[in-house]
């Protein structure tokens, strides 16, 4: 079981990811959760609109389920794996955010003045949400789903695809104004480490059951 973590966490992947959470955690440091939205919010333009847009669907809890349910018809361990590890995510999000951190508003509500007279750029389409800001919930299944393929596929480039693909999901909650930098960290790390840790000791007792009724 050692020598699995340890081989899990020396692959590729791991490394751009850990590499833009740090960054990620050094433009926070540097900016400031509003300082840094006002950033964003100040480089909008027509192709990024359309772009995040879309792409900010690959963390919407419909578009994660489906695809878990389609990674059970292609390895079933791994499907299984992605279903608890979305539903353990989930579970913690929610507590998260309609619990312990239910107060948290999100930017629209501290930037009211600037959307109210103009000065904020907003995306046709968007509706803009005001409560439960922490964490970013559509990061954490987007990470989670993706971080799940990247186990599904075991291939370096795919997983550094997905491992991309995750972080502009979180990106496009801030460049929507849905979210606040530590938001989508956090909910990076939370969608990360639970797949991450659900590969490694369940998905293994799960793969032994599959194993075993198949032998019967």
Known sequence: MKSKLIDNITQYHWFLWLFLIVLSSVFLVNYGNYEFSLLVNQNHNEALDFFFKY???LGDG???????????FIKKEVGISALFSLLITTIFVTILK???YSTEFRPCYH???LIDNGTWNLVEGIELHIKYSFPSGHTA??????????????????????????????FSRIYLSQHFLIDVIIGA????????????????IISRKILKRKIE
């Open 98 to 100: 309609r619990g312990i």
């Open 189 to 204: 790390i939370i969608g990360s480490l639970i797949p991450f840790f659900t590969h490694i000791y369940i998905q293994p």
């Open 141 to 170: 299944s987007a990470f989670c789903i993706l971080i799940s393929m990247c186990f599904l596929l075991n291939n370096n480039f795919y997983s550094f695809l997905m491992v991309g693909v995750a972080f502009w999901v979180g």
């Open 55 to 57: 792409v900010t669907y």
């Open 111 to 113: 930037f009211k003045s």
């Open 62 to 72: 419909a578009f994660v389920f489906v695809m878990s349910f389609i990674f059970l």
